[in-house]
């Protein structure tokens, strides 16, 4: 069974409060400010999310506000961020907290976790710094510092691993300090105890405790098994133009990207003179089609390889929503993967 030693705590709490990083969502933690940064937080680096988090606060400041937002509203504030299923998650979160909770958060890391798009993770943020309860919060970040600091060469992969993790750290949570110790562990993983054998140890204040750091291993650990390849799906995108106005559609209600604003598209790389004739299929009357780039997207678990047709059309055909580049900016959002053609798209009249 892991365990994490109780003498890490002081070291680490006296080392945060000297380093740590002024960051918008530590001002005034409140749950509902934790929990947007945390979701932000995700798979995008903490420069990038700062003025998206700004901007988002301006606008909805509280739950009330987020459960009441337009859906497209609320898509073209998460616009770049990507994975917009969880800003989908965090409009029906909110509307649970205030239909349920009486827009007063669960104090409770069970009751948090029967929120839309709330895992173990954001459960234990939330939990923690907002709520001063001794709950973990274990990302890549923390599995990594700990493993290090324990010597662990469990597969940090595995949720049993997380799990056993978790079980550790909650022993030694220091009563009235849970979210300085919880942003602690982030911390250092973030700025210190860095991925890919490039530790700080010499101004870690873990370097006398920590396992990996004294056997010479920091570059063995953490271990972590290899993922599965991702599938790769080709695509020709069409960039549909009518004049001063480019046609748009919604993507299906389920699956990936569900209910997001696209370029229409096909399965396949088709070669011009059928992009031409899939446009004409579509009601569009096209003139010609000329390439318009190639781009690739990544996803979790899989890759659009797209390939982009200009064609300039005779006809407004009805399956698509047409609008001007102003009307488009004002109130679309527009999925990354699709955003790489928007120059190819307003290029000329
Ligand atoms: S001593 Fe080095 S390896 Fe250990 S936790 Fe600190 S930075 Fe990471």
Redesign the pocket.
Known sequence: MLTVPEEAVAPLLGWYGANKRSLPWRDNPTPYRVWISEIMLQQTRVEAVKPYYRRFMAELPDVESLAAVDDDRLMKLWEGLGYYSRARNLKKAARLVVDEYGGVFPHSRGELLKLPGVGDYTAGAVASIAMNLPEPAVDGNVLR?VS??TGSREDIAKPQTKQAFSDALRKIYPPGRCGDFTQALME?GAT??LPNGE???LV?P??GL?V??REGS?DEIPVKAAKKARSIEEKTVFLLRCGEKAAFRRRPRAGLLAGMWELPNVEGVLPAAQASAQAAQWGAEPLCAVPAGKAVHVFTHKEWHMQGFRIECGREAEAFAWMTRSEFEAALALPSAFRGFLDFLWRGR
């Open positions: 510092v290090r600091l250092l210190v105890c530790p700080m140890c870690c873990w370097r920590c990996a750091c920091t």
